[in-house]
């Protein structure tokens, strides 16, 4: 039997229409976002299926989305695969998508999830509307490179890989203005820029404000063991307690994604199908860089 690995994504998988299809055919599904409507205050899957596509891109309204999404495609794969959920033997998320793994787990309710994910955006986006910042994806550059052209650019200002995706693939994170300096530097090298459509400097120090706000969320909120192994962004290795949980979360607001080394570490424990579970096909492609002939099958919302 193949030991199976479940993927959550993250913040910028989201798109217009998403959970369309699966609320419509699958009571389960519609039902999660019933319960995130009333948690939320407002109709969670209109703004999902509808828009505004400003309105679901910001990070207050994109991070609960994605989790409720993500959590309604997994009871599409229960229904469909229910097996598939007895062969899964490690769960990973990018950045946001840590909660949902974490809520799989058993680590968190949803309702728990749910509220920690909301807070979370809400401080995030304070701290965005606080210090003007942005990031950028680097295509078709070696890491050493990038780090250069950072350093080029950040004029005492911050600018820092803030994803470690996969090789010739990283998101760089910092104040606007060094973003913009840097896009003309990328092309220069023979590289790609992408300005990617999130309200702020996301995993890095400018994080700061959000981090500390989240510090009593985090502590106030019971978690329970994970019942599998989840990996942790920050650290790239599996979660140990409840407690070291809280601190890594906390964390994971202000320091880098290393994803690319998790998927190295999930693929050295053994793990050889994974399913990516929601909106978007992100980690398949980047998973699909990493090691090219895995299998990998999408779970969409």
């Not at 299926?49 to 994605?66: D, H």
């Not at 400018?206 to 989840?230: D, G």
Request: charged share 20%; hydrophobic share 45%.
């Amino acid at each position: 039997m193949a030991r199976v690995a479940f993927l959550f994504p993250g913040q910028g998988a989201q798109s217009v229409g998403m959970a369309r299809d699966l609320c419509a055919t699958l009571p389960q599904a519609r039902q999660l976002f019933d319960k995130a409507s009333a948690l939320l205050g407002y109709d969670l899957l209109d703004v999902c299926v509808n828009g505004p596509v400003e309105r679901l891109n910001s990070t207050v309204v994109s991070q609960p989305a994605l989790f409720t999404a993500s959590l309604a495609a997994l009871e599409a794969l229960k229904q469909s695969h229910p097996q598939v959920l007895d062969e899964c033997v490690a769960a990973a998320g990018l950045s946001l998508g840590e909660f949902t793994a974490l809520t799989f787990a058993g680590v968190l309710t949803f309702e728990e999830g749910l509220r920690l994910v909301q807070r979370r955006g809400e401080a995030m986006q304070a701290a965005a509307d606080r210090t003007p910042g942005g990031m950028v994806s680097v295509l078709m550059l070696e890491q050493t490179k990038v780090e250069e052209l950072c350093a080029a650019a950040r004029q005492k200002e911050i600018l820092q890989i803030a994803n470690y995706l996969c090789p010739g693939n990283y998101a760089v994170s910092g104040h606007r203005s060094a973003c913009d300096r840097l896009e003309p530097l990328v092309t220069e090298a023979g590289g790609r820029a992408v300005r990617l459509a999130v309200a702020g400097a996301f995993h890095t120090p400018l994080m700061k404000p959000a981090s500390e706000a989240m510090a009593e969320v985090f502590a106030s909120v019971p978690l329970a063991p994970p019942r599998l192994p989840v990996w942790s962004n920050v650290t790239a290795e599996p979660h140990r307690s409840p407690e070291e949980i809280r601190v890594l979360l906390q964390r994971q607001i202000t320091e880098p994604v290393r994803w690319e080394e998790t998927m190295r570490h999930v693929l050295a424990v053994g793990c050889e199908r994974f399913y990516e579970i929601g909106p978007g096909r992100v980690l398949a492609g980047l998973l699909k860089r990493i090691q090219r002939k895995v299998d990998c099958h999408q779970v969409s919302a």
